[in-house]
């Protein structure tokens, strides 16, 4: 059994993709409503969703928390106990546990091979990138929200966890400080680590925090001016998308057909916007367009040996007419709480 780099080989792909197929419906009975990530009939909007609905509820106090390469730190011993709660096949469970002591072969800046053991020798961690390991994360993570409950702290303290595979929050009424001490020492007890660099409280409105791609905090109505909170696109994310597109417009590009390289932006445009479209978004649309609309232009003039920035020869009417380039503000205009 070999990975190349964190990604298992074909072959394990096939096998752990099978294997999927009937693991998956056995545990997912296991997982708690509050692990959004991995499963079907959930996703990352839902739990942007459920945060935003608690802090517009009163659980304004935040513990924004990181944990430590979370999947790099998982315990083999404590994670195959969760998979044995339900899994008695002894040549399944043997199966599993080689495809996570699967050694890794990386390849440095030289093309040099170099093969690794990290995970059977330190017996922790679990290979990003192979069918199993999504499960096998959430399946960890459960014994914390699991644990949140049944020992009374979600109750006692007013303070929800909202998980994302390896992001997390709390959100509390007030009960930040020993919201987060309590889940220090949980985590630790996990044989897992906080990020304390990461890791703080935030106070909304006062404050903002991003989770998800989202900044959660106080925005401002554009028709009445009046505040309320709720969630844009993060700047992280705004930049993201436009370092893609510079990418994407970038020299190596030039030999192919305008056609072509719209036909690319579009598809990066319209999948970010179908994940960024929760809340007022058309001041990031906005900036977001305006850095595709340049880039564009600048691939044109260098393509076509145009002098100067070519907003006369490339006007925003040319790109988005007769080239066909997505308008990101006109896809909220159905939306009516994007333009808030």
Known sequence: ???????????????????ML????????????????YRAGMNALDAVKTVHRLINTGYTAVVDADLRGYFDEIPHGPLMKSVARRITNRQVLHLI??????????????????????NRDEHRGIPQGSPISPLLSNLYMRRLVLWWKQSGTRQRLGAVIVNYADDLVICCK????????????????????????????CRVPGESF?????TFGRCYSRKTGKAYLGTTPSKRSIKR???????????????????K????????????ANYFHLGPVSKAYQVVE?????????????????????ISRYPDQYLHETLRLVRLPGLTRNLPWAKA
């Not at 991003?210 to 989202?214: A, E, M, P």
């Not at 305006?290 to 920035?309: D, E, I, M, P, S």
Request: hydrophobic share 35%; charged share 30%.
């Open 241 to 259: 998308i436009c370092d893609a597109i510079s990418a994407e417009t970038g020299q190596h590009t030039k030999t192919i057909s305008a056609e």
């Open 174 to 201: 007030g009960t930040a400080d020993l919201a987060m001490q309590t889940m220090r020492e949980v985590i630790k007890k996990l044989q897992l680590e906080v990020n304390e660099d990461k890791t703080r409280i």
């Open 97 to 118: 546990k080689m495809w996570i002591e699967a050694p890794v072969e990386e390849t440095d800046d030289r093309g040099r091979k170099h093969r690794t053991t990290r």
């Open 1 to 19: 059994m070999q990975f190349d780099g964190t990604v298992a080989t074909i072959r394990d792909r096939v096998v752990q993709t099978a294997a």
């Open 290 to 310: 305006a850095h595709t609309n340049y880039r564009l232009r600048q691939w044109l003039c260098r393509k076509h040996r145009v002098n100067g920035k070519g």
């Open 210 to 214: 991003d989770f998800l791609g989202y």
């Open 22 to 37: 009937v693991l998956e419906p056995i545990f997912e009975a296991d997982l708690q409503p509050e692990q959004y990530a």
């Open 261 to 272: 390289l719209v036909k690319r932006l579009n598809f990066k445009l319209s999948g970010w």
